[in-house]
């Protein structure tokens, strides 16, 4: 108890003499490899947050606290199946899909389906993993490059000029993640990208 006191309170010091920027300590409570995909999609959605009035996440809740103000939904699998959608009566500015896409069976179906419950000029952003074990969540069945990912969403309806995508990872944060998943932690571990070795690979695309 004394001890984590003692943490926060440095932790507080730190941050507020600016010693150490407040991202850091952000960071050291994320993934390695997810650490740039989370910031690069947190840009994304800031630029675009006064456009949004509901919005959709799918089999997670990252962004609960961020949209706590507007119409927003977490649906999970199994109760929730993107791929097997009956009713399109309820549509979405912004649907969110983060290390989902790499599980289903059936991905494009479900790409079509969330194509389909976006509202006219609404957004989806997607998170999926490259070079990762596989991680079976019941299943582990697709990887895409930023390429594939691009022509993916332009098969399942999207105009190309409208996705945006980007991808993150170093050779040493792929031998990292071999064995079990890895906290960043800024004295070891760099966030230099090395494009040979996409870790994370995210898309942004408007309907």
């Not at 984590?4 to 309170?9: E, R």
């Not at 409208?162 to 944060?173: A, E, K, L, Q």
């Not at 071999?178 to 870790?199: A, G, M, R």
Request: aromatic share 14%; with cysteine.
């Amino acid at each position: 108890m004394i001890l984590q006191k003692l943490k926060t309170f440095i932790k507080y010091v730190l941050i507020n003499t600016k010693i150490v920027p407040g991202k850091v300590f952000e960071r050291t409570r994320t993934h390695w490899l997810r650490v740039v995909s989370h910031e690069a999609s947190m840009n994304m959605i800031q630029n675009i947050s006064t456009e949004l009035s509901s919005v959709l996440e799918i089999s997670g809740n990252r962004w609960e606290n961020y949209f706590k103000k507007l119409n927003y939904k977490s649906m999970y699998y199994p109760e929730f199946d993107i791929q097997k959608i009956n009713s399109f009566s309820n549509t979405y500015d912004l649907i969110i899909i983060e290390h989902v896409l790499e599980h289903l069976i059936f991905p494009f179906k479900a790409m079509k389906n969330i194509y389909s419950l976006l509202n006219n000029n609404g957004y989806v952003l997607i998170i999926t993993p490259f070079l990762v074990k596989i991680h079976n969540a019941p299943q582990d069945c697709t990887r895409w490059t930023e390429t594939g990912m691009k022509y993916f969403l332009v098969e399942c309806g999207f105009r190309k000029e409208n996705i945006v995508t980007g991808s993150w990872g170093n050779r040493s944060c792929v031998k990292a993640n071999f064995n079990k998943w890895i906290k960043f932690n800024p004295l070891f571990h760099s966030l230099v990208n090395d494009p040979e070795y996409p870790i994370t690979i995210w898309a942004f695309a408007q309907k």
